[in-house]
T-cell receptor, first 113, second 118 residues
Framework: DQQVKQNSPSLSVQEGRISILNCDYTNSMFDYFLWYKKYPAEGPTFLIS?????DKNEDGRFTVFLNKSAKHLSLHIVPSQPGDSAVYFC????????????FGDGTTLTVKP | EAQVTQNPRYLITVTGKKLTVTCSQN?????MSWYRQDPGLGLRQIYY???????DKGDVPEGYKVSRKEKRNFPLILESPSPNQTSLYFC?????????????????FGPGTRLTVL
């Protein structure tokens, strides 16, 4: 039972355009969500997060939207840059189970110059 | 420099030969965790620790052991490795928020250990 799903294994966009990465979850106890970015041969690095009490969080070119009723979140990158090319992981946590994190399978983003 | 270090970075071993992958963080983080990454399966949590001598199972703990005797170190032990444990392993750490779940905080990941069990 995969509780966090990223249904698009890959996404290709043109430099300067918007990248939208999607994540769905099934566990209604999840109340905190994070996005991580991973380059080859490196560990993941934190990008942005959102609490379930919000529906949007922005940090520069990155915005995360949360739709609790649909159990769906998305990461928007505007404008996309070639350096954004990486694997993006969505992660979810529940306050009732401190320390446990559930990750999606990841989406490989390629931004073409 | 704040970092999470893992050793070794690459390891090829044979079935049944006990091994330990070390993980150390210099950020005084309370929370540490081990993950494995396999193609098409994302990151799966193996074990996590909320503080010294406090550990708990993640989603895929079978075949692994951990210990947290010191705050900075969290070794992963494979007592009898098998080929299905061939994977890329990541250690991570994060601060605990006072009164809040540790997993709410961003995790800092090590560079990864690529393990091959023949």
């Amino acid at each position: 039972d995969q509780q966090v799903k990223q249904n698009s294994p890959s996404l290709s966009v043109q430099e300067g355009r918007i990248s939208i990465l999607n994540c769905d979850y099934t566990n209604s106890m999840f109340d905190y969500f994070l996005w991580y970015k991973k380059y080859p041969a490196e560990g993941p690095t934190f990008l942005i997060s959102i609490s379930s009490i919000k529906d949007k969080n922005e940090d520069g070119r990155f915005t995360v939207f949360l739709n609790k009723s649909a159990k769906h979140l998305s990461l928007h990158i505007v404008p996309s840059q070639p350096g954004d090319s990486a694997v993006y992981f969505c992660a979810a946590s529940a306050g009732t189970n401190a320390g446990k994190s559930t990750f999606g399978d990841g989406t490989t983003l390629t931004v073409k110059p | 420099e704040a970092q999470v270090t893992q050793n070794p970075r690459y390891l090829i071993t044979v079935t049944g030969k006990k091994l330990t992958v070390t993980c150390s963080q210099n950020m005084n983080h309370e929370y540490m965790s081990w993950y494995r990454q396999d193609p098409g399966l994302g990151l799966r949590q193996i074990y996590y620790s909320m503080n010294v001598e406090v550990t708990d199972k993640g989603d895929v703990p079978e075949g692994y052991k951990v210990s947290r005797k010191e705050k900075r170190n969290f070794p992963l032990i494979l007592e009898s490795p098998s080929p299905n444990q061939t994977s890329l392993y990541f250690c991570a750490s994060s601060h605990g928020l006072a009164g809040g779940p540790f997993a709410y905080n961003e995790q800092f990941f090590g560079p990864g250990t690529r393990l091959t069990v023949l």
